[in-house]
């Protein structure tokens, strides 16, 4: 039989006749954990809530496959009673610090317990309310701290493509121009008269204009041109033909321009002119490709700044569209293989009160969620078609936000749900249930508006209602 003078000291047993106890005594289980070994699961059926005597355990949860850490519970101390009094699945696993034994209580004595007892249901709603705040305060920030490894990953993402090609095109430059240097001293030392050095002065100017962007020709038309350069770049002697040859299919040279360069420069200076002027061509090309990627890399710190709000007030004045594409970027290292993005954005859409970066986490986490509804092939694949679709309108004082996906939909039963913290649809440590909750109070609570949703097969939308001005800021 349990301890009767121990469970007489839980508040939660305190007030109980001596009567009611010695049969709670009769009824409860005691039992011995081992440090290190699992009560529950998180996500497991809960059938017994329980009372530690000695020892300690830990209240972990699964969130984006780490654990946290959400409490620990010592002698005298009650858990596991959130699953049996709202039938449903255990939200967090219990593990032993230390050896403990407790004492179990099944569902449907708990639930006779707090009826039979005004001071055990009192107890039991101070513990469980308690509970639910430190909780959800902990899962919170542990949401953010999530959504700031997904940003984080999106532009270390987004900024590694330029980087890489602005760190590739560095080290080609540095060899092309040498090789650059190398054939005009070549031509230096093979002197060039005054028109050589007019004609060859034009090519080099139409060198730096075809290298800000390569002609659009068709890849078997373009094989074929190179292979008649090259023969025709082989017959005069021109050292490294096939490397010439692309390069004057890249400067779109007629066969006019080839009978002019051979005619001025003759067969003996030919070969170093075409070979300079590659080099030159190349130069320019690798610049262009420096200026794109360092003009890259300036956007996405520019939208990176914009999403953020850094060094701006609270409050803004904030452009929609803008920040639906500003989170497209972030979140573009998840979209680029295999879901197509649609924007039907209203021209001339005014700018609202927001508060600008929490707005862009309701954007986020839409997004995000929709993005993960249509990967739903095998391995994570996105579905055939996987659509995104992003909307604006205007319905007099309010701009209404469209994120509409094509995936499997969400399931009637589901859905009255969505919005309650911890509820989640997804496997257990992929989610907290916490980012649509999260989302719905800054819509809601901080720029009191509203988000609808609509679900069925192959269409489900969220509509984020937002006023243009919001009063009493």
């Known amino acids: ?41 998180e996500g497991s059926v809960g059938e017994m809530a329980y ?9 972990i949860k699964l969130s984006q496959k780490r654990e946290i850490l959400l409490a620990k519970r010592g002698p005298g101390e009650v858990f ?3 699953a049996l009094l709202f039938d449903s699945p255990r939200t967090a696993t219990v593990r032993a610090r230390t050896d403990t ?42 949401e953010k701290m999530a959504q700031l490894g997904t940003f984080t990953a999106g532009i270390a993402h987004e900024l590694n493509n330029p980087a890489a090609a602005v760190q590739r095109s560095t080290a080609q430059l540095e060899t092309t121009i040498f090789d650059s240097a190398r054939t005009f001293m070549q031509l230096v030392r093979q002197g060039l008269t005054d028109e ?17 962007a390569m002609p659009q020709l068709d890849p078997l038309a373009r094989s074929d041109r190179e292979a008649e350069l090259e023969e025709w770049l082989e017959e005069r002697g021109v050292e ?58 300036s956007a996405i710190v520019k939208a990176l700044k914009s999403y953020t709000y850094l060094d701006q007030a609270d409050i803004v004045r904030y452009n929609v569209a803008e920040g639906l594409e500003n989170t497209l970027l972030i979140l573009r290292h998840k979209l680029k293989s295999g879901i197509k993005i649609m924007r039907e954005y209203a021209p001339n859409l005014p700018q609202i009160d927001a508060h600008g970066s929490e707005l862009n986490q309701v954007w986020t986490n839409l997004i995000d969620n929709a993005v993960d509804a249509l990967r739903n092939g095998p391995d994570g694949a996105p579905q055939p078609d996987a659509t995104l679709t992003l909307r604006t309108r205007q319905e007099g004082k309010w701009i209404i936000v469209t994120v509409e ?39 809601v609570r901080k720029h009191f508006g509203d988000i609808r949703v609509k679900s069925e097969p192959g269409k489900t939308q969220f509509e984020v209602w937002l006023p243009q001005e919001l009063e009493g800021e």
């Not at 009372?51 to 209240?59: P, R």
């Not at 050589?196 to 800000?212: C, I, P």
């Not at 070979?275 to 990627?293: D, R, V």
Request: proline fraction near 4%.
């Open 1 to 41: 039989m349990a301890n009767y003078d121990f469970l007489r000291k839980i508040p939660l047993f305190s007030s109980l006749s001596d009567e009611d106890l010695s049969s709670l005594c009769q009824i409860v289980r005691e039992f011995h954990l081992p440090a290190g070994k699992v009560l529950f699961e």
């Open 51 to 59: 009372i530690i005597e000695n020892g300690e355990v830990e209240i």
């Open 80 to 82: 596991g009673e959130i």
């Open 101 to 142: 034994d407790m004492i179990g209580i099944g569902r449907e004595d708990l639930r006779d317990l707090l009826q039979i007892s005004p001071s055990a249901a009192a107890s039991m709603f101070d513990i469980v309310l308690s509970r639910w705040q430190n909780t959800q305060n902990l899962l919170r920030q542990s």
């Open 196 to 212: 050589q050095q007019t004609t060859l002065e034009y090519f080099v100017h139409r060198a730096q204009d075809k290298a800000r």
């Open 240 to 297: 490294e033909a096939w490397d010439c040859a692309t390069t004057l299919v890249n400067l779109e040279f007629s066969n006019d321009d080839l009978e002019r360069l051979a005619a001025t420069y003759g067969q003996a200076k030919l070969s170093v002119v075409l070979n300079w002027l590659n080099n030159n061509y190349t130069i320019f090309n690798l610049l262009a490709e420096l200026q794109q990627g360092a003009q890259r890399i």
């Open 405 to 443: 996906d094509n995936g499997p939909g969400i399931p009637p039963d589901v859905l009255p749900r969505i919005f309650d913290a911890f509820y989640t649809t997804k496997p257990v440590g992929q989610g907290t249930g916490l980012g649509l909750d999260i989302s719905y109070n800054i819509v």
